[in-house]
Antibody, heavy 119, light 110 residues
Framework: QVQLQESGPGLVKPSQTLSLTCSVFGDSISSGIYYWSWIRQRPGKGLEWIGYIYNSGSTFYNPSLKSRVTISGDTSKNQFSLRLSSVTAADTAVYYC???????????WGQGNMVTVSS | QSALTQPASVSGSPGQSITISCTGASSDIGDYNYVSWYQQHPGKAPKLIIYDVSDRPSGVSNRFSGSKSGDTASLTISGLQAEDEADYYCSSYTSGTTRLFGGGTKLTVL
C-alpha cells in the first residue's frame, strides 16, 4: 500500500522560505513511472497544483508560482521536497504531497501539512 | 490559467441523484480526456473517485459516475447517502502541461 507523509514547520515568517518534505512508502520516487506532486489548499478555498518532480530529477511548476518554487528529490531517503521562497500571508494553506499517475490523476495523497505564514 | 468552474453548492435528498458540472475550455477539458474527480470530507485529504473522465478506482462505489461533453465534465452521484456529503473537486490536464482544479462544490444531503 502506497503512503505519503508530509513533514515540516507549521509556522513560517513572511519573506522567508517555506520548506516541506514528503516521505514515500510502498513505492519509489525514482521508478520513472509516476509524477510526485505538491498541491495546496488555502483556508476555505479550492485546490491549487504547485508542481511535480519526475524520475527524481525532472521538474515542472505551475507558471503562477514558478519564480518562487523548487521541488527536489532524495532517492536515498525516498523523499521529495518543496521550497517556496518569499512567502506572504497568501501562502498560508494546507500543503499536500500526492502521487500522480501518467494519465494525470492523483491517486495517493498525504494527510496534509498546515502552514501558516505570520510574524 | 483560471480554475475550472464548478457550482459552489448542490443538494439532494437521500436516494436521489445529483450532478455536478465542471466547465473548462478547449485547451483543457475540451481537448483531453484527463479529467478526474475528488471527494474531500472536512479535515481530510482529497480522495480520487473518478479518473480518465469516467473510470472508477477499485473500491469506489458504482453510484459515482463521470462524463464529458465538449468543454464540460460532469460527476453524477446516484442513490445519495448521508456519507456522500462532502466537497467535490474536478481536475483536468491543460495544454502547456499544467494541471487545473475546479473551485469545488459543496454537496449537502438534506
Amino acid at each position: 500500500q502506497v503512503q505519503l507523509q508530509e513533514s515540516g514547520p507549521g509556522l513560517v515568517k513572511p519573506s522567508q522560505t517555506l520548506s516541506l518534505t514528503c516521505s514515500v512508502f510502498g513505492d519509489s520516487i525514482s521508478s520513472g513511472i509516476y509524477y510526485w506532486s505538491w498541491i495546496r489548499q488555502r483556508p476555505g478555498k479550492g485546490l491549487e497544483w504547485i508542481g511535480y518532480i519526475y524520475n527524481s530529477g525532472s521538474t515542472f511548476y505551475n507558471p503562477s508560482l514558478k519564480s518562487r518554487v523548487t521541488i527536489s528529490g532524495d532517492t536515498s531517503k525516498n523523499q521529495f521536497s518543496l521550497r517556496l521562497s518569499s512567502v506572504t500571508a497568501a501562502d498560508t494553506a494546507v500543503y499536500y504531497c500526492a502521487r500522480e499517475n501518467d494519465n494525470i490523476y492523483f491517486d495517493y495523497w498525504g494527510q496534509g501539512n498546515m502552514v501558516t505564514v505570520s510574524s | 490559467q483560471s480554475a475550472l468552474t464548478q457550482p459552489a453548492s448542490v443538494s439532494g435528498s437521500p436516494g436521489q441523484s445529483i450532478t455536478i458540472s465542471c466547465t473548462g475550455a478547449s485547451s483543457d477539458i475540451g481537448d483531453y480526456n484527463y479529467v478526474s474527480w475528488y471527494q474531500q470530507h472536512p479535515g481530510k485529504a482529497p480522495k480520487l473517485i473518478i479518473y480518465d473522465v469516467s473510470d472508477r478506482p477499485s473500491g469506489v462505489s458504482n453510484r459515482f459516475s463521470g462524463s464529458k461533453s465538449g468543454d464540460t465534465a460532469s460527476l453524477t452521484i446516484s442513490g445519495l447517502q448521508a456519507e456522500d456529503e462532502a466537497d467535490y473537486y474536478c481536475s483536468s490536464y491543460t495544454s502547456g502541461t499544467t494541471r487545473l482544479f475546479g473551485g469545488g462544490t459543496k454537496l449537502t444531503v438534506l
